[in-house]
C-alpha cells in the first residue's frame, strides 16, 4: 500500500481522464492521495474532488507564485475552506525565490499569514521551499512554539538542511526526482534521514518519475520512487511503502487504510 502525500489532481491535465487517473492509482495500491490547492479556485475544486473520491483528501492554501493576487478575502476564504470535510491541512504555502512569480515582500506576508490560520484550526502545513531555505527557516523557526508542524514538500536540500526541519517537527517530501541520475543531493537525503521522518509524494502532474520522465505525472507512478528509495537505503519495498503511509496518517490525522 501506498499513499501519494501531495499532487494537483484538480489541474487541467487531468481533465480529459481524471477517473481513470484516479482508478490507475487504487490498481496500484496507492490508496490515498492527497491533493493540493495553489489558490481559491484549485483548493475548492481539491474540496469537489474529495466529496466525489473516497480515496481522496485534500489541502487549501495559496501557493507562492499566487500571492500577489491575493486579498483579505481569499485568506479569510481559505480558513473557512480548510474547515470543510476532508480538509486536511494547510499548503501548499511558503516561499519561491526561484521563479519570483510575486513579489517577495508578499509571498512572505501571505505565507505567514497562512500559518497563523494553520495555527487557528490546529492544522498541519504543506510547505513550498525553492532557493529560499533561509528564510523559510526563519519563519518557520518562529511558529515553532505554537505546535506548527507539518511537511517539507519537494524537499529541494541538502541532508543538513533535512536534519534542521525534523528537529523542527517536520517530514521530509521526496518527489520522484529522485530516480533520476545525477539526483545525488535528494538521493543522499533519502538515503539518510530517519524513515520516521520521510513521506512520498508525486507532486503530479509534474516531476515524473523514470521510467516515465517527460510525460505527464499522475499518482500511480509513486510506486518507482517507492521503489528507488528502498534500493538506495537497502530495505525492502514493503517497508518502506508501510512506514511512509504510516506517517502520511500520523502527520494528517488520518486512520491507517485497511
Ligand atoms: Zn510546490
Ligand atoms: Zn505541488
Do not use: W
Request: aromatic fraction near 8%; proline fraction near 4%; charged fraction near 20%.
Amino acid at each position: 500500500m501506498l499513499i501519494d502525500s501531495h499532487a494537483h489532481l484538480d489541474m487541467k491535465q487531468f481533465d480529459s481522464d481524471r477517473d481513470q487517473v484516479i482508478d490507475r492509482a487504487l490498481s496500484a495500491d496507492v490508496r490515498r492521495i492527497i491533493t493540493v490547492g495553489i489558490d481559491i479556485k484549485s483548493s475548492r475544486n481539491a474540496v469537489k474532488l474529495t466529496t466525489r473520491y473516497p480515496s481522496i483528501f485534500a489541502t487549501a492554501g495559496i501557493h507562492p507564485h499566487n500571492a500577489d493576487n491575493a486579498n483579505k478575502n481569499d485568506l479569510a476564504q481559505i480558513s473557512l475552506i480548510a474547515q470543510q470535510d476532508k480538509i486536511i491541512g494547510i499548503g501548499e504555502i511558503g516561499l519561491d525565490f526561484f521563479r519570483n512569480r510575486s513579489a517577495r515582500q508578499k509571498q512572505i506576508e501571505v505565507f505567514t499569514q497562512q500559518l497563523a490560520i494553520a495555527i487557528s484550526l490546529d492544522l498541519p502545513v504543506v510547505i513550498h521551499d525553492r532557493e529560499a531555505h533561509a528564510e523559510t527557516l526563519k519563519i518557520l523557526s518562529s511558529f515553532k512554539k505554537n505546535g506548527l508542524h507539518g511537511m517539507i514538500h519537494c524537499f529541494s536540500g541538502d541532508y543538513k538542511l533535512a536534519k534542521t526541519f525534523i528537529n523542527m517537527g517536520y517530514y521530509i517530501s521526496i518527489p520522484g526526482t529522485v530516480t533520476f541520475k545525477n539526483a545525488s543531493q535528494i538521493q543522499d537525503v533519502a538515503r539518510n534521514i530517519p524513515l520516521n521522518s520521510l513521506l512520498l509524494e508525486t507532486d503530479a502532474p509534474f516531476l515524473t518519475p523514470t521510467p516515465y520522465r517527460g510525460k505527464r505525472n499522475e499518482p500511480s507512478y509513486i510506486i518507482h520512487t517507492a521503489q528507488k528509495i528502498a534500493k538506495l537505503r537497502g530495505v525492502s519495498f514493503e517497508e518502506i511503502s508501510s512506514q511512509t503511509s504510516k506517517n502520511v496518517c500520523q502527520l494528517f490525522n488520518l486512520s491507517f487504510p485497511e
